[in-house]
């Protein structure tokens, strides 16, 4: 049963495709009331969004948020936003994102009742042939289901 309030706002369609994921957590994140409105009408990238740990708290840096017309407040648009983790996720994200290659990168917002969430990826970056070598895979894929629904037909 998926109500209004527990569907997603944005995805990040790039990060599956540039980046293996290797781990994920559930943030909250520190809006004001204009952006959660702008971004429940889906008026907002994470195209060039990525996150850091600093000073033992997650920024996500890059997400821009268009402002929401009937407001009086004016925001910056792609003013660092703060996430909301446990201390033992944002250790565990530190850990992680400390090694070499490795990124947090947000893949998609979405509200979950009512409060707006952000699925964080720690990632690693593709490679030019990881990436050729799985639209092959997807291109061979696609043949072999056409050439099973024709003999089926």
Not at 18 to 24: K, N, P, R
Not at 31 to 52: F, T, W
Not at 76 to 88: C, G, I, M, N, T
Request: proline share 3%; aromatic share 6%.
């Amino acid at each position: 049963m998926s109500r209004r309030g527990d569907r997603i706002a944005i995805q990040n369609r790039r990060a599956r495709h540039d980046y293996h994921v290797l781990d994920s957590f559930e943030c909250g994140i520190v809006l004001a009331g204009s952006e959660v409105k702008s971004i429940r009408e889906g008026k907002a990238n994470l195209q060039d969004a990525y996150a850091r740990v600093v000073n033992g708290e997650v920024w996500l840096h890059g997400m821009h948020v268009l402002p929401y017309p009937f407001s009086r407040l004016e925001l910056d648009p792609v003013r660092p936003r703060k996430l909301l983790l446990h201390r033992s996720e944002i250790d565990e994200v530190a850990r992680e994102s400390g090694e070499k290659g490795v990124t947090l990168v947000p893949l998609r917002v979405y509200f979950k009742d009512g409060r707006a969430k952000v699925e964080l990826a720690v990632a690693r970056g593709k490679r030019a042939y990881d990436k050729r070598r799985v639209l092959a895979e997807r291109d061979a894929r696609r043949e072999a289901e056409r050439a099973l629904k024709g003999i089926r037909d």
